[in-house]
């Protein structure tokens, strides 16, 4: 679970309810990210009111920070909570690339370990 989690509000006073629904969705999060990154990941959202000319808006931002890697989400709908939901879409895409990066480097240093290793191996017993 993603402990340390920022909430900040921009011309826009965050209810309770809110601010639980929010750290639920981004806490849920950690089930994407690989086990090494566990441990050292923060988030920090920003959820904004903005007045368009068509209506107001919200919008919501989130920041996750990941060991190597800094990944960020941004959304706007008429319905704050539909915002959060979106932007936690995105962010599981993208932890999903980001896994899928960490564990191919991951591989291929296990393999040119072994390249390497057997190369040694075979240089010693000539």
Do not use: C, F, W
């Amino acid at each position: 679970m993603i402990d340390l989690v920022t909430i900040t509000g921009i011309k826009l006073d965050i209810d309770e309810s809110t601010k639980k629904y929010v750290a639920r969705k981004i806490s849920r999060l950690d089930r994407y990210m690989p086990r090494h990154a566990r441990d050292s990941v923060s988030a920090e959202v920003i959820l904004k009111e903005v007045n368009r000319a068509h209506g107001n808006k919200y919008e919501a931002e989130v920041i996750v920070k990941l060991p190597g890697k800094t990944l960020v989400a941004k959304d706007s709908t008429m319905n704050i909570l539909a915002a959060i939901d979106i932007v936690e879409a995105k962010l599981v895409s993208q932890l999903h690339r980001y896994k899928v990066a960490v564990s191919r480097r991951k591989k291929q240093g296990r393999i040119l370990s072994r390249m390497t290793g057997s190369l040694s191996r075979s240089t010693k017993k000539s």
